[in-house]
T-cell receptor, first 114, second 110 residues
Framework: EPEVTQTPSHQVTQMGQEVILRCVPI?????FYWYRQILGQKVEFLVS????????KSEIFDDQFSVERPDGSNFTLKIRSTKLEDSAMYFC????????????FGPGTRLTVL | EDQVTQSPEALRLQEGESSSLNCSYT??????LFWYRQDPGKGPEFLFT???AGEEKEKERLKATLTKKESFLHITAPKPEDSATYLC???????????FGKGTSLLVTP
């Protein structure tokens, strides 16, 4: 069964450093998403991406964040100048279409900022 | 602003003891209501999407229903392997973002 994969599973970084989280969405899916979940809190939407551009973003997704689809299979989230409060699980998701669709989530990357 | 409230926060059931989880929502133009299961340290696993009031969907011991204000996830004769956090999320007509509730943590004991 096709699934979303994410690397690395755990990333530890120093405050102020840049990190890139990687995702391989399900191969025939066209819509890609990033969510985060701070420990003990709810899953929060960050951004959606379609046709090589951002289609929707939340207030959390400020200039510190960027997304890219560098090739036909990968989807990345870059976090510049990380802060302690960026520590969270980051989930990538993908869906076949925008409306009337299921979003399938990856296993997540645990980001720890020291 | 959209609101998604799940209750109870935590639920402990004996194996075989049926119950329901509630998701109350306020959203401007609902496209769909989603149920996910999340195991500790894992990503949400898709269960159901409901699109209109009166709709019902079933999968094994789970049945999801939808009204104009809330959704229920009914668990019939649960087993210990049903222990997980169950998440409800709403999607607006105007976008594709999922707005999640805080979840209900379910523990089923043998």
């Amino acid at each position: 069964e096709p699934e979303v994969t994410q690397t690395p599973s755990h990333q530890v970084t120093q405050m102020g450093q840049e990190v890139i989280l990687r995702c391989v969405p399900i191969s025939n899916h066209l819509y890609f998403y990033w969510y985060r979940q701070i420990l003990g809190q709810k899953v929060e939407f960050l951004v959606s991406f379609y046709n090589n551009e951002i289609s929707e973003k939340s207030e959390i997704f400020d200039d510190q964040f960027s997304v890219e689809r560098p090739d036909g299979s990968n989807f990345t989230l870059k976090i510049r100048s990380t802060k302690l409060e960026d520590s969270a699980m980051y989930f990538c998701a993908s869906s076949a279409s925008g409306s009337r669709n299921e979003q399938f989530f990856g296993p997540g990357t645990r980001l720890t900022v020291l | 602003e959209d609101q998604v409230t799940q209750s109870p926060e935590a639920l402990r059931l004996q194996e075989g003891e049926s119950s329901s989880l509630n998701c109350s929502y306020t959203v401007s133009g609902l496209r769909g209501l989603f149920w996910y299961r999340q195991d500790p340290g894992k990503g949400p696993e898709f269960l159901f999407t409901l699109y209109s009031a009166g709709e019902e969907k079933e999968k094994e011991r789970l049945k999801a229903t939808l009204t104009k204000k809330e959704s229920f996830l009914h668990i019939t004769a649960p087993k210990p392997e049903d222990s997980a956090t169950y998440l409800c999320a709403v999607q607006r007509n105007s976008g594709y973002a999922l707005n999640f509730g805080k979840g209900t943590s379910l523990l089923v004991t043998p």
